[in-house]
């Protein structure tokens, strides 16, 4: 059973600062790793995927994985109050195959005016 | 990426009852998931459907409970059997971002909020 672990927050950061959240995972064989972004009430929104060491960078929004530590990183620069929200890292059941995702329980970011 | 139109958006059942949610998406799909979200809590992934195949269930997901029909490649159903207050959630239907699988991540319908009194 794949694991996926998040701290759960709430992450609060000033206005126009780097937000930095963390998310780690159990299974080396997982090749690809997706950040979503869900408001209170409506249904989770991809924001940014990665499967390849290193950074990728979309926007605002940087993610960052190390495959060797088993860790996947979501950096949100110049962060604004439409930032808050809960921050969700999946994981594929398969590792790189059509299948559905494990997710974490979610890091909940406040952005403070 | 595919648009999903999922339906009830929300309801409220007695107990013992069942509800069948619709989940119908603009393009075919080949797999069509259906994850559930208990209050305060992260989605976990009830099965996964296949068009022209049984539905394959995650652990602790079992047919008899949650009978899944995928009759084309662009729609699915989900359905709460004999629901119980522990029933109440958000119960979400997803397909591929793309025809590129993976790599392309996956979308979500806007959910069902059911709540079971």
């Known amino acids: 059973q794949k694991e996926v672990e998040q701290n759960s927050g709430p992450l609060s950061v000033p206005e126009g600062a780097i937000a930095s959240l963390n998310c780690t995972y159990s299974d080396r064989g997982s090749q690809s790793f997706f950040w979503y972004r869900q408001y209170s009430g409506k249904s989770p929104e991809l924001i940014m995927f990665?499967?390849?060491?290193g950074d990728k960078e979309d926007g605002r929004f940087t993610a960052q994985l190390n495959k060797a530590s088993q860790y996947v990183s979501l950096l949100i620069r110049d962060s604004q109050p439409s930032d808050s929200a809960t921050y969700l890292c999946?994981?594929?059941?398969?590792?790189?195959?059509?299948?559905?995702?494990?997710f974490g329980k979610g890091t909940h970011l406040i952005i403070q005016p | 990426s595919a648009v999903i139109s999922q339906k009830p958006s929300r309801d409220i059942c007695q107990r013992g009852t069942s509800l069948t949610i619709q989940c119908q998406v603009d393009s075919q799909v080949t797999m069509m998931f259906w994850y559930r979200q208990q209050p305060g809590q992260s989605l976990t992934l009830i099965a996964t459907?296949?068009?022209?195949?049984?539905?394959?269930?995650e652990s602790g997901f079992v047919i008899d409970k949650f009978p899944i029909s995928r009759p084309n490649l662009t729609f699915s159903t989900l359905t709460v059997s004999n629901m119980s207050p522990e029933d109440s959630s958000i119960y979400l239907c997803?397909?591929?971002?793309?025809?590129?699988?993976?790599?392309?991540?996956?979308?979500f319908g806007s959910g069902t909020r059911l709540t079971v009194v």
């Open positions: 990665i499967y390849s060491n």
């Open positions: 999946a994981v594929p059941y398969s590792g790189g195959g059509a299948d559905g995702l494990t």
């Open positions: 459907a296949n068009q022209g195949s049984e539905a394959t269930y």
């Open positions: 997803s397909v591929e971002g793309s025809e590129a699988k993976t790599l392309y991540g996956y979308t």
